[in-house]
């Protein structure tokens, strides 16, 4: 059997919820002295595990609150779960807040090159890019004007632009379907259905079966934390809308 | 396994170091001729007002007084700008930490580089002002082949930096109030290092040749006032001392900042 391109292994995620948030010297020193230092623990995920083959497109489904952007985090990289372990094979886009690396001051342009190398690619590699990137943004006119000029959707357009560009392996998309005006979100859902085409493995968050449905194969469907239901995804996204009409 | 990451990630460094030079003199008319110009100000400001007062007083220590002031100057504004600006990169850079998987000490060590950049070329002021003594005659700085190890003093100076920057970046997740803190600390420095005045005019007071004494600080600029401006080999205990004690801090902060960044998302 070959590998998995995303493998979750009974991995935890636990919040210290305070009462209040103390994010200074001074309280911290008071709460010491007073020995008031109480936590209540949060676990946003509980014991998760699940395996992505590479090709396999998963729907992740949940209510909010149910850890799905906890969930989407780990696997990202960006948090460290508390208990259990993540592995990943292959070149990571994740699609979860566009644009989030862009400096503002910067210059579109300027921004293609910092954005990569956020993701770890090479000028050479970038500068290879570049056009396709541009063009596909659709803003020649204004890749020298600083970004703090851009406006929201100009902004997802570029980010969007950018990370879909490395040609990925594994691609984790947050909704962000939705970037920009009808014609560009035409244009950006082909570009994301030509990758699914050339065999990415994908993790896609949803709160719209109707989406999952048509763009995914398998599904998970989170509560509270833990897995509910995993399994095809038209099973796991009947399981869902039960719930929803039931509320 | 940090190396390998660190050379996985150096495009971003760069870009990162590259971004903080352009964007720190994009919207000034002068542009990065501000390197120049703050430390030449700041020092005709400074010689003016207390080389009235203590510099007639030069003695083998001093030499040249706007040379012994400007080295103490350009030292200590790298060493409060890069930490202050390391201290802050962090929490500055929340929304890509928060988005994107990324070795998070980039950016303190891209602020102390950035800043260890632009005070290189503010040096060009210094050997500006070396020049104009030694040709008008005026108290020349004594030039000497120990010019050479100048760079021995900055390096420490900049592994103390870059250990400083670590800890007080990882401290100011955590703690918002550490910046006001810090600000206070780094003028205090600036009184306690022998910047504006040399150590032998404070008096015979014990104590506070012995704080003076242990300032790190102290120590890297003696040996860079030895270097260029005296003409004579560096103190070798300055040396040990001042390298010991970077190291220690590199240490200290490398560990803090490793123990603590898997928290950082949860409260930035």
Known sequence: MEQPAILVEDVSMMFH????????????????????????????????????????????????????????????GVMKPTKGKVEIRGVVA?????GAGFDMNYSGRENIFLYGATMGFSRS?????????????????????????????MRARLGFSIA???????????????????????????????????????????????????????????????????????QVCDIYDGMVKRK | MFFRELYNYRYLLREIVAKNIKIQYRNSVLGIFWTFLQPLLTTLVLVFIFGYLWGRDSGEDIVNYPIYLLCGRLLYEFYSQ?????????????????????????????????????????????????????????????????????PAPLLILFLLCTGIGLILSSLAVFFKDIEYLYD????LLFYFTPILYAPRQLGGNRVLHMALMANPLYSILEMFRDCVLRGQLLNPNHLFYSLGFSLAVLLIGGILFW???????LYI
């Open chain 2, 184 to 187: 206070v600390f780094c003028m």
């Open chain 1, 17 to 76: 919820m305070n009462n209040e948030k103390i994010d200074n010297l001074k309280e911290y020193v008071i709460r010491v002295l007073k020995r008031k230092m109480q936590y209540t623990e949060f676990w946003a995920l509980r014991n998760v595990s699940f395996a992505v083959q590479p090709g396999e497109r998963l729907g992740v489904l949940g209510f909010n609150g149910a850890g799905k952007s906890t969930l989407l985090k780990i696997i990202a």
């Open chain 2, 259 to 265: 123990k603590k960044q898997d928290r950082f998302i």
């Open chain 1, 164 to 234: 879909t560009a490395v040609e990925p392996e594994v691609l984790i998309v947050d909704e962000v379907l939705s970037v920009g005006d009808a014609k560009f979100k035409a244009k950006s859902e082909a570009k994301i259905k030509g990758m699914f085409d050339q065999g990415v493995t994908v993790l896609f968050v949803s709160h719209n079966t109707a989406q999952v449905r048509s763009l995914c194969n398998k599904a998970i469907l989170l509560e509270k934390g833990g897995i509910l239901a995993q399994g095809e995804v038209n």
């Open chain 1, 94 to 98: 994740p699609l979860l807040e566009l």
């Open chain 1, 125 to 153: 590699y970038v500068r290879q890019r570049y056009d396709e990137i541009i063009a596909f943004s659709e803003l020649k006119d204004f890749i020298d004007a600083p970004v703090k000029n851009y406006s929201s959707g």
């Open chain 2, 82 to 150: 890069s930490t202050k600006r390391a201290m802050r990169s962090v929490t500055n850079s929340a929304s890509v930490i928060k988005k994107v998987k990324v070795p998070k000490y980039i950016y303190p060590l891209s602020n102390v580089i950035s800043n260890f950049i632009t005070f290189l070329i503010s040096l060009l002021v210094l050997a500006g002002f070396a020049l104009f003594f030694f040709l008008t005659k005026n108290d020349p700085p004594r030039i000497t082949p120990y010019a050479l190890l100048f």
